[in-house]
């Protein structure tokens, strides 16, 4: 199993273009969450998704910010207009229930905001 | 509400041992425990739920006071490899509600 892919590894942009990350889970995992890890607020949820639909989006900082998942194998997360503030390592995670449920993390997207 | 964890950071000998301690003010369910190494993801290491056994993953083990929402996570000779940095998550119910990861604790073990 190839684990949860992200795209771009990198990201670097400059304020108030709009930022596009990629996430494909583990295939057979019903659920799909977005983090951010920064130092001042650590590991944050964003949204979760459970068989593609948008479960909880309390997370999400602004209107700035959407995601979709069109299908189980494909999700985005989307910054228009990005800002300095974005700045931030990006997790997509998977795991096969939301109850207890251990999560496999992607390998993040590192975004930089200039 | 984010559970408090400390140590912030610990230096370690190899073959040393440490505790790593996660708590919470609301009643908890579960207790999850994650490492990162730095420029890595995170990885899962163990689930403690309400009312189970203390877990152990070879010199790893953990576990979890329900009446004080507290979990210790216990490294025993420690070894290079376990460097990193270790994040608790908890959650308060059965459905995955309000799970929230720790501050996380920097864990650096020296030759």
């Known amino acids: 199993d190839a684990g949860v892919i992200q795209s771009p590894r990198h990201e670097v942009t400059e304020m108030g273009q709009e930022v596009t990350l990629r996430c494909k889970p583990i295939?057979?995992?019903?659920?799909l969450f977005w983090y951010r890890q920064t130092m001042m607020r650590g590991l944050e949820l964003l949204i979760y998704?459970?068989?593609?639909?948008?479960?909880?989006d309390s997370g999400m900082p602004e209107d700035r910010f959407s995601a979709k998942m069109p299908n189980a194998s494909f999700s985005t997360l989307k910054i228009q207009p990005s800002e300095p503030r974005d700045s931030a390592v990006y997790f997509c995670a998977s795991s096969l229930f939301v109850t207890n449920e251990k999560l496999f993390f992607g390998s993040g997207t590192q975004l930089s905001v200039l | 509400q984010q559970p408090v964890q400390s140590p912030q950071a610990v230096i370690l000998r190899e073959g040393e041992d440490a505790v790593i301690n996660c708590s919470s003010s609301k009643a908890l369910y579960s207790v999850h425990w994650y490492r990162q190494k730095h420029g890595e993801a995170p990885v899962f290491l163990m689930i403690l739920l309400k009312g189970g056994e203390q877990k152990g993953h070879e010199k790893i083990s953990a576990s979890f006071n329900e009446k004080k929402q507290q979990s210790s996570l216990y490294l025993t000779a420690s070894q290079l490899s376990y460097s990193g940095t270790y994040f608790c998550g908890t959650g308060v119910d059965n459905y995955g509600q309000n799970f929230v990861f720790g501050p996380g604790t920097r864990l650096s073990v020296l030759p």
């Open positions: 295939s057979g995992h019903d659920y």
């Open positions: 998704f459970n068989n593609n639909v948008p479960i909880d």
